[in-house]
């Protein structure tokens, strides 16, 4: 069993800057990536960026340049620096982990609400 909490959500208004974490916990060999969806109401599902346990990093053309994914191997966690926000990045985010040798592979956090705001 694996469980990830995740935190940092909150309201900021345009130009802010929030910092989202997921971590993981539980029985894990190693994890293959960490990552972000959002969803916003009537838009769908959207990949917001992941990270390879090499640290290889990929983002969503609407967030490049303004959002920054790391990660804590050895915390098993990940990290999503989120600057000059938009009302458009405005959205439940969930994080993800894909666990090496873990039945299911794939588990998810709760998601935590950003609200993008003046």
């Known amino acids: 069993q694996v469980q990830l909490v995740e935190s940092g959500g909150g309201l900021v208004q345009p130009g802010g800057s929030l910092r989202l974490s997921c971590a993981a916990s539980g029985s894990i060999f190693s994890i293959d990536a960490m990552g972000w969806y959002r969803q916003a109401p009537g838009k769908q599902r959207e990949l917001v960026a992941d990270?390879?346990?090499?640290?290889?990093?990929n983002y969503a053309d609407s967030v490049k340049g303004r959002f920054t994914i790391s990660s804590d191997n050895a915390k098993n966690t990940a990290y999503l620096q989120m600057n000059s926000l938009k009302p458009e990045d405005t959205a439940v985010y969930y994080c993800y982990a894909h666990i090496v040798w873990s039945s299911p592979s794939r588990y998810w956090g709760q998601g935590t609400l950003v609200t993008v705001s003046s």
């Open positions: 990270i390879t346990s090499g640290g290889s990093a």
